[in-house]
């Protein structure tokens, strides 16, 4: 995916948890006072043609409503803000331990403590944000789906699906052939298009492969799936499963545009190298780690 896809995908896996961004409540707050607006005005209509007109234009609200998800980083979502915070307090705490010559055990004790209590409490944040993002993903399907349906002229499909049949009748096989093979070079097929040359090739195996490739290429049928939203939504989700499973937190990309892995069950180990207490005691974690946040 390129750059602009990555960035798009970053700003809306934090848009569901973003909840102090006053800019995006107040954006979101007038996309929902239109709709109302348009929704009275549907009501006090009469004219039909008029209707159809502000249904569309309602339709195509929501749909705006729901793609309104990229208004910030994935690094500003709040669980992410907090959790960095809640290791750098970590690692201020190391480092203010040893300075008062604490134990190594104790400091490491407490450190794997605290890391697990980080790394949990993000990980449920990641698995409510995929749950957001999988119900986002199920409300823009039949939103998407309701606006498609606002545009549809049920006229004009019927004279395209007529001229389709009709040139599909004069052609012979080889001209069949032909069109199947450089499907590219004329506009993208509908549903009703595709399924139609399907049928006309069920038993000849090359074209109908071909025609199958087509559709999942295109998302015949899901043309949802083509649209810039929701392919960042998806690779939002494919990010966050991998958040989910890893023991580490991802920083924020560095000047190369790679983000840096925090490994958090070990921050404790590399804080404390080269660290020697004056107890002697054995560099063991302990059974009496505490959770530093805690106090």
Request: charged fraction near 30%.
């Amino acid at each position: 995916m390129d750059k602009q896809s990555n960035e798009l995908a970053e700003q809306i896996i934090a848009k569901l948890h973003a909840k102090n961004n006053s800019s995006s409540d107040a954006t979101t707050q007038h996309t929902g006072n239109v709709i109302a607006k348009l929704e009275k005005q549907l009501d006090r209509e009469d004219d039909a043609y008029k209707k159809a007109e502000l249904r569309k234009q309602i339709q195509q609200k929501k749909l705006d409503k729901l793609n309104g998800y990229a208004n910030i980083s994935i690094y500003e979502a709040d669980y992410y803000k907090q959790a960095i915070n809640d290791i750098n307090k970590l690692k201020d705490y190391i480092t203010r331990e040893k300075k008062r010559k604490t134990s190594k055990q104790q400091i490491l004790a407490d450190s794997q403590t605290t890391a697990k209590a980080i790394l949990q409490n993000y990980r449920q944040a990641v698995h409510n944000h995929i749950e957001d993002l999988e119900t986002w993903q199920k409300n823009y399907i039949k939103q998407f789906e309701s606006s498609k349906k606002e545009y549809d002229n049920p006229q004009l499909e019927l004279l395209h699906r007529q001229d389709f049949n009709a040139k599909l009748n004069a052609m012979n096989d080889r001209q069949l052939s032909n069109y199947i093979s450089n499907l590219n070079e004329h506009g993208q097929l509908t549903v009703y298009e595709l399924n139609t040359l399907m049928g006309a090739v069920k038993g000849k195996s090359r074209l109908y492969n071909i025609l199958k490739v087509y559709k999942d290429s295109n998302n015949i049928g899901s043309e949802y799936k083509n649209t810039k939203e929701w392919k960042a939504v998806n690779s939002a989700l494919n990010t966050l499963g991998v958040y989910e499973q890893s023991d580490g937190i991802y920083t924020a990309p560095d000047a190369s545009g790679r983000p840096h892995r925090i490994n958090l069950l070990n921050l404790g180990n590399e804080e404390t190298i080269g660290y020697n207490d004056d107890d002697g005691q054995q560099n063991t974690i302990g059974n009496n780690g505490r959770n530093i946040l805690d106090f």
